[in-house]
């Protein structure tokens, strides 16, 4: 059973353009991350939102934490070719002790 | 600063044999944790070595071992591989204090079991 559920799943833009990927639990969090990962690469931590409702930017990319800290959405603005990747959340909760407990990922494509 | 590092970042092993994997984490982080990545799924948990103690196990067979040294530096053991185990194998160190405890991965080891 997969405790955090990401989608879309793929997701193939033009450069440009602007996307939102969703990261979606029952269960809460006390803490939860955004990675993303090259093919045959770790994961690089993007962001961590630790607060609900909380709202960080980096850059073009702006991540929210659901008000009742069971969710979250990652929006890039003006996607580049750059920015293709996968996309995966992990969140930690209180069954889960130190361990991230990672969603499958969206694959993002952004083509010049 | 050096990041995590892991070696060998390739491997090539055949069904029955054993294979250890090697980490070291970031400098003053003391705690490592090991995932596995298999293709089109995100990481799942495999162990967790804060101080040389375990902090957590998920759910993978008792073939899958590890330890933590002295020098904070880990080893994941797997043993009688299966076709299944092919894999990114990836490692993470942290600080392991407090409630956010960041998690930063390394470049991972390719296993392919054939």
């Known amino acids: 059973t997969q405790l955090l559920e990401q989608s879309p799943q793929f997701l193939s833009i033009q450069e440009g353009e602007n996307l939102t990927v969703y990261c979606n639990s029952s269960?809460?969090?006390?803490?939860l991350q955004w990675y993303r990962q090259e093919p045959g690469e770790g994961p690089v931590l993007l962001v961590t939102?630790?607060?609900?409702?909380e709202v960080k930017k980096l850059k073009r990319l702006t991540f929210q934490f659901g008000d009742a800290r069971k969710d979250s959405s990652l929006h890039i603005t003006a996607a580049q070719p750059g920015d293709t990747g996968l996309y995966l959340c992990?969140?930690?909760?209180?069954?889960?002790?130190?361990?991230?407990?990672f969603g499958k990922g969206t694959s993002l494509l952004v083509t010049p | 600063d050096a990041g995590v590092t892991q070696s060998p970042t390739h491997l090539i092993k055949t069904r029955g044999q054993h294979v250890t994997l090697r980490c070291s984490p970031i400098?003053?982080?003391?705690?490592v944790s090991w995932y596995q990545q298999v293709l089109g799924q995100g990481p799942q948990f495999i162990f967790q070595?804060?101080?040389?103690?375990?902090?957590g196990r998920g759910n993978f067979p008792d073939r899958f071992s590890a330890r933590q040294f002295p020098n904070y530096s880990s080893e994941l053991n797997v043993n009688a591989l299966l076709l299944g185990d092919s894999a990114l194998y990836l490692c993470?160190?942290?600080?392991?204090?407090?409630?956010?405890?960041?998690?930063?991965f390394g470049p991972g080891t390719r296993l392919t079991v054939l």
């Open positions: 993470a160190s942290s600080l392991a204090t407090g409630v956010i405890n960041e998690q930063f």
């Open positions: 070595y804060y101080e040389k103690e375990e902090r």
């Open positions: 939102v630790v607060t609900g409702g």
């Open positions: 400098s003053g982080h003391k705690s």
């Open positions: 269960s809460v969090f006390s803490s």
């Open positions: 992990a969140g930690r909760n209180s069954n889960s002790g130190y361990a991230l407990n």
